[in-house]
Structure formats: C-alpha cells, structure tokens
C-alpha cells in the first residue's frame, strides 16, 4: 500500500511504515488503544488515521433512508436503469433493468422470453437520452443458436419500435456490431466466458450481459444426488455475476426455464413463482437467493366459449409480464405482445 497516497500527516506515514502495516483492512482490524499502542501516536493522529482510512474506502457520502425515498441522490445506481424500449414495459418496472444486480426473465416455452433479451441488446445500445447505456451487450447462448435472422428483424424494424428516438440517431447505431455472441454449452466453456466478460467490460465495449439460459447450463450434468455440487457451482456463479455487475455498474440479465409443480402442496409451496400459476422457476431456492429482481413472462391461451367465437378472428393467447419479487417493486403485472417490430406492452 503507498501510504503517500493518502491525506495524512507526514509522522503517521513514517509510523505506519516503521509499523510495518501494509493494508488499510490491517488498521482497521485494530481498536483505536492498539493502534495507538503499535504506532505510538497522539490519540489525535490516531483517530485522523482511522477517519481518513475509512472515508478512503466509502469513497460517496452516506444518504439517508428519507434521502433515497425522496430520490434526493439522482446518479445513485439504484435511480438508474435500462429501457426496455417500451414505455408500457418500462413504466411496469419503474424505468427499466436495475443497473446493478442479477434480473430475472422466467417463463415457459414460446413466452417471448427470447424476444425481450434481443430487445434489450438492442435498447443498450441508445444514447441515455432515450434508456440506453451507450454500449453493446454480450449474449451468451447456453442451448439454441443465437436466433441472428430475428436480430436483423427487430434491427431493420427499430424505426417503428422506437418512434420517440429522432431517425437519424437510430441510423448512426450499428446494432450488429455491437453484440457479443458467445456459445456455452456446459460449465467449463460457461467459465471461459465469465473470464473474458471482464476485459470487455473494462474496455466500455459492453454494458450489458444477457445469458440464455442458466437452467440449461445445470440439466444434464447434475442428478438429484449432487443437489450440494449444484448449489455450490450456483453460489459460485451468482458471486461472480454480482462482482461483474457491481465493478462495472452493467446490468446482468438471465434468462430462466420453469418445471411443473406436480401436487397441489407443491404448489402451495412454490413461493417464487406468480400466484395462481403452477409452474415455478428452475434452480430452486439457491438460485433464488442470488437475484435481485424476478419477472415472469407467461403465455396464457384463451379459451373459445363457442364454435362461432372459434372461427372469429383474433388472437388465441394472451401474453402477460410480471413482478414476482423486486427491492423497489410491488408485486404486479401487465399485457405485451410480440410483434414483427418487437416486444410492445398493451395499456
């Protein structure tokens, strides 16, 4: 540690390194009496030691709860968020994707679970002006090929998508280029990619990382009798998701399958998942532990009361996103659908 470095008085310099105290956690492992004792300073030099040292490692000044509830500090991660490119969506989650910390999409097959990641690559890629971070995004497959063909869809459709950005902006992006694909079919290759995640993030290349999906990542390889193993590696991973995301203030998004609650007390038990379904989100309660925020996106299939109402046109399902857990979210939710253009919430 240079000490030099630090606002300190030249003599407490000299006495910490004729002390031999070469981290800031040493000192603060020591009461201010030891300390004293060891340097053999003035209680006074003592006490503007541990202050300095410790404003050191807060770096931002402390708010208070009523500060935060009054939204007083605007540039707090927490105030900041990622658009979802829709204000009905966005409007839903309070303006978007926490900056900091593990989102959750879960859902079955056919949701648009997919649909929402592409759109959020896209979305990262806006000025802050309009949601985005000015950055790209990393996406990571885990069990499909990356859909490209669809990407180049919702690029090529952006103008109707986002009618509140000017055209000329949306004409300057190049989307394409800006999106990291990475392959990952096990856990090996999975922690290759979080290795590398690193580098581009510190390069600003990229400000947000979408994985699709963690649940396939642990189907094949793990049985029912390496539960501990699995929630190890869980534990393991969600770590190292946080750490990126809190260095580098990126969004880290996951996409989630869901596995059937069997019997009605399984159900009951399911306190992860959205009231009234019977599915729940894979990794169980480990996983659970590691996020942030949770949504679930369903799709929900309408019953046709009579042959005539069978043969009207209309759509036959019925797509709905919701808030199963978030620090700053009440429970909720609201209708989207998916279209040519991309994702849209219905008001």
């Known amino acids: 540690m240079d000490w ?83 204000a009905v ?24 679970k997919t649909q929402l990641g592409l759109q959020l690559c896209l979305c990262v890629q806006y000025p802050y002006k309009y949601g985005g971070l ?7 497959c885990t069990e499909d090929v990356f859909p490209s063909k669809r990407l180049q869809q919702l690029i090529d459709q952006q103008h109707k998508l986002r009618a509140d950005v000017p055209a000329e902006i949306i004409q300057k992006i190049r989307f394409g280029n800006n999106i990291f694909v990475e392959q990952a079919a096990d856990l090996d ?15 600003g290349m990229a400000r947000l990382v979408l994985i699709d999906s963690m649940a396939a990542l642990f189907r094949a390889d793990f049985g029912p009798a390496d539960a501990a193993l699995k929630a190890r590696y869980l534990q393991a991973f969600g ?35 959205v009231v009234g379904s019977r599915v729940t ?8 532990n590691q996020l942030l925020v949770r949504l679930m996106a369903r799709r929900l299939w309408l019953p046709q009361p009579s042959p ?15 808030v199963v857990f978030a620090p700053h979210l009440p ?12 994702v849209k919430g219905i008001k």
């Open 134 to 140: 000015e950055s790209g995004a990393v996406y990571i």
């Open 4 to 86: 030099d470095q630090f606002d300190l008085n030249p003599k407490t310099i000299a006495a910490l390194k004729k002390a031999d105290i070469k981290s800031v956690k040493e000192i603060l492992n020591l009461s201010g009496a030891d300390l004293q004792r060891l340097m053999k300073l003035s209680s006074a030099d003592t006490q503007c030691l541990l202050k300095t040292v410790s404003h050191t490692l807060r770096r931002n000044s402390m708010l208070t709860a009523l500060q935060l509830y009054q939204d007083k500090d605007p540039f707090t991660s927490q105030h900041q968020k990622l658009s979802l490119g829709c």
């Open 281 to 288: 989100p894979a990794l169980g309660i480990t996983w659970s």
């Open 331 to 342: 429970p909720s939710f609201c209708y989207y659908t998916v279209q040519l253009e991309g």
């Open 308 to 322: 005539a109402a069978a043969a009207a046109p209309g759509p036959g399902s019925r797509r709905t996103l919701s």
């Open 189 to 203: 290759t999975f922690q290759q990619c979080l290795a590398r995640l690193s580098l581009l993030l510190a390069r």
């Open 239 to 273: 770590a190292r998701l946080h750490s990126l995301s809190t260095s580098f203030r990126t969004p880290i998004v996951c996409i989630n399958q869901v596995t059937d609650a069997v019997s009605e007390s399984e159900a009951a038990q399911c306190s992860c998942r």
């Open 89 to 112: 969506l966005d409007s839903l989650l309070k303006g978007g994707i926490p900056l900091v910390g593990i989102t959750e999409l879960a859902g079955e097959s056919s949701a648009g």
